[in-house]
């Protein structure tokens, strides 16, 4: 009867810590994302701005690094494509070369996403933005 008890509670916080594990791997990254944005940087004609997020989805992942290239005063959008997305980015900084050159610049970086022109969904803007990668070391 002992070792039947003692079973079945074993069992039971095996099945308990299955949950929480399940949870922490599958559920847990999607559920705490956190967007902050760290840079806004005014293209020189004033029509664009770019938008440095930082996306941090928790104690256990690496902050992502997302520039966005956004009509000026606006936000990103969710549906927006970034136009860089990196992690364990180091040195970071942004300037605007002319009023279509975004220039980034960063001692080391995981890029895991670059292009070269921008589609917004607000205000159904598109075009092309040059956009020069330079490390810097």
């Not at 136009?83 to 980015?89: D, G, I, L, N, P």
């Not at 610049?105 to 995981?110: E, F, H, L, R, V």
């Amino acid at each position: 009867m002992l070792k039947t008890k003692s079973f079945i509670y074993i069992l039971l916080a095996g099945i308990v810590l299955l949950g929480i594990c399940i949870y922490i791997v599958f559920f847990m990254p999607f559920s705490s994302l956190k967007d902050t944005e760290t840079i806004r940087l005014n293209s020189p004609d004033n029509k664009l701005d770019a938008v440095k997020v930082e996306r941090d989805a928790g104690a256990m992942t690496t902050a992502q690094h997302l520039i966005y290239i956004v009509p000026a005063g606006h936000n990103p959008n969710p549906k927006d494509i970034p136009v860089f997305k990196a992690k364990r980015v180091f040195d970071l900084a942004l300037s605007w070369k002319d009023d279509q050159t975004l220039m980034i610049q960063y001692s080391k970086a995981d890029i895991s996403h670059f292009q070269n022109y921008i589609y917004s969904s607000q205000e159904d803007q598109e075009g092309e933005t040059r956009i020069i990668e330079q490390q810097v070391k």
